[in-house]
């Protein structure tokens, strides 16, 4: 997810939740101050929240990898595989108060990992993406990713006409 403000501070970010390295080591690694590190810590803490999201899926069902592993595959990507809505057009949704009453739950404020696949796990990364609340919710586990891409489209399509409102 591209969250990105300041490099070194990701790069901090990731070494310290992802590559699990002790702040003490990260200091020596970047030559950067305890203070600076607060600083990072404070202005990534949307990244910092959404790595904690993904540990949490990755506790949950694909302990059998390597948390970079899993955080590898889906960290650059912020759009719906499906219908191709990115987490800026999703807030931007909800913050201007573009969804119908009914379509504004929690669950949709943030793109979901999904698996391509219902019946495969999510330990197999070739068969994970991000997919919008809408799409990872009409799919669920009755459709293949390939059965899926069309409707997918067309729910790409609704979205772009509420955004273009």
């Not at 300041?6 to 080591?25: C, H, N, P, T, Y």
């Not at 993406?129 to 919710?137: K, V």
């Not at 586990?141 to 955004?163: C, M, N, P, T």
Request: hydrophobic share 35%.
């Amino acid at each position: 997810m591209k969250i990105v403000r300041d490099l070194r501070a990701v790069q901090f970010i990731e070494l310290s939740m992802v590559e699990g390295l002790k702040q003490a080591q990260i200091e020596a690694k970047l030559e950067v101050s305890k203070a600076e590190i607060r600083r990072w810590k404070q202005e990534q803490q949307q990244l910092r929240n959404f790595i904690n999201k993904l540990k949490q899926k990755w506790r949950n069902n694909a302990r059998e990898i390597p948390f970079k592993q899993f955080y590898d595959v889906l960290a650059d990507k912020e759009e719906c595989h499906y219908c191709g809505i990115t987490q800026a057009q999703i807030d931007k949704l909800y913050s201007e108060d573009r969804l119908p009453e009914s379509g504004r739950s929690k669950r949709g404020r943030t793109l979901e990992v999904e698996r391509l696949e219902p019946k495969e796990s999510y330990a197999n990364v070739k068969n994970l993406a991000w997919a919008c609340y809408w799409c990872n919710n009409a799919k669920s586990d009755l459709f293949s990713e390939e059965e899926f891409k069309a409707i997918g489209l067309i729910i790409g399509q609704v979205h772009r006409a509420r955004l273009a409102k």
